[in-house]
């Protein structure tokens, strides 16, 4: 009798712990906003925002971008976060170096990957794509961390590009 009390107390503690794990990502939903004055540069954009959809192992992250009042732009990115699956979205442009003549290239798309790390306080992506500049299509690999603050209120995202030398941090808060 008593092994089988302790039995039952392991499943519902463990039962438990996955439900508390499982929830945490969804901490991450919502729409945040850039703190440019303490972020890397993303110009020639002056605002953007981020909108975080959590539902399940699938995970909606749309950007919208502006620049002055009449140029805007955005982007959406849907990943499957188990790890391993490889989620292919269509790519209209490429909006990180808008006016250097870079543009998305090879088949327009952007592949994903993602996974939740720190029981959910962090989401960390990678992507590969092409992007097209004079000298023909030339692939890269982006790594991305959004890593929730303790108390909620700041969205961290620890960015290397296979482009750059140095990592790109972006400082969001809670909109």
């Known amino acids: 009798m008593k092994l089988r009390l302790l039995y039952?107390?392991?499943?519902?503690?463990?039962?438990?712990?996955?439900?508390?794990?499982?929830d945490s990502p969804s901490k991450l939903n919502g729409t945040w906003t850039?703190?440019?004055?303490?972020?890397?540069?993303?110009?020639?954009?002056?605002k953007e925002s981020l909108t975080?959809?959590?539902?399940?192992?699938?995970?909606?992250l749309t950007r919208n971008l502006?620049?002055?009042?009449?140029r805007k732009a955005g982007d959406t990115t849907t990943v499957k976060t188990d790890g391993k699956t490889v989620t292919a979205g269509s790519v209209?442009?490429?909006?990180d170096t808008w006016y250097t003549n870079v543009y998305i290239g090879g088949d327009h798309q952007k592949h994903v990957t993602g996974e939740w790390?720190?029981?959910?306080?962090?989401?960390?992506?990678?992507?590969?794509?092409?992007?097209?500049?004079?000298?023909g299509d030339h692939a890269v690999h982006i790594y991305?961390?959004?890593?929730?603050?303790?108390d909620g209120k700041t969205l961290?995202?620890?960015e290397l590009r296979s482009t750059r030398d140095e990592a790109l941090v972006y400082i969001f808060t809670r909109a």
């Open 156 to 158: 961290k995202l620890f």
């Open 92 to 95: 209209g442009y490429w909006l």
């Open 8 to 22: 039952l107390a392991g499943l519902l503690l463990s039962a438990g712990l996955s439900l508390s794990a499982a």
């Open 66 to 70: 502006a620049w002055g009042a009449d």
């Open 144 to 150: 991305d961390e959004y890593r929730l603050s303790a």
């Open 117 to 135: 790390l720190d029981g959910g306080r962090v989401l960390k992506l990678e992507t590969n794509l092409f992007i097209e500049a004079q000298q």
């Open 52 to 60: 975080i959809a959590v539902t399940g192992d699938t995970t909606v």
């Open 34 to 46: 850039l703190d440019v004055a303490r972020s890397t540069p993303i110009r020639p954009w002056d």
